[in-house]
């Protein structure tokens, strides 16, 4: 965990005591680089630690690795349409590299909703303010924005994303970014 629950929940002392714990253990490790697949963690590791490493998502990480020639992928017969999680779009400024890897991948359908325009799923943890009924009526008001597009398939970049638009997508399937380019 890298504290945010904690510190979203006003229980810092837990948090400073997760992130310090965490913090050695990067240190000791020896690591250069930090890839999470979550934005929320993303933007806790890159803006709370103050590691002296990088500290990359994975979808920028898979767009390095594809640029570089590491990762040799073939493009799907799939349409894709992207949703980018809150966190990472508007929340850090990670649009371009998705972008990228699902133009590598697929057939990437652009959509009013690409980059920092992207639709909320609804399953934020830290929105106290609207009860479960309200967060389902969100996801499914974005999978039925998407769905308008005809993609075979509603890409995230977020598991927590992943699970909140797949409970509510019936005939769409919902992937994270790194399924599909695991399947190309």
Do not use: W
């Not at 920028?60 to 349409?79: F, H, P, R, S, T």
């Not at 609207?130 to 008001?141: E, L």
């Not at 399937?173 to 599909?180: L, N, R, S, T």
């Amino acid at each position: 965990c890298c504290g945010r629950p904690m510190m979203l929940s006003g229980n810092h002392n837990a948090a400073t005591a997760i992130i310090e714990k965490n913090k050695t253990y990067i240190k000791n490790s020896g690591a250069t680089l930090l890839v999470t697949s979550c934005p929320i963690c993303y933007k806790t590791f890159k803006e709370d630690y103050q590691l002296d490493i990088q500290v990359m998502h994975h979808t920028e990480y898979i767009n390095m690795l594809i640029q570089e020639g590491q990762l040799k992928v073939n493009a799907l017969d799939l349409k894709t349409v992207f949703h980018n999680p809150c966190e990472l779009g508007r929340g850090c400024g990670v649009v371009d590299a998705p972008e990228n890897v699902l133009k590598q991948v697929s057939q990437k359908i652009s959509t009013v909703y690409d980059g920092k325009k992207s639709l909320c799923c609804g399953g934020s943890l830290a929105n106290t303010a609207i009860d479960a009924t309200q967060k389902t009526k969100i996801s499914s008001d974005t999978v039925k924005a998407y769905a308008a597009y005809q993609p075979d398939v509603i890409v995230t970049a977020c598991p927590l994303c992943k699970k909140t638009l797949g409970k509510t997508s019936q005939e769409i399937p919902v992937k994270d970014i790194a399924e599909v380019v695991a399947e190309a």
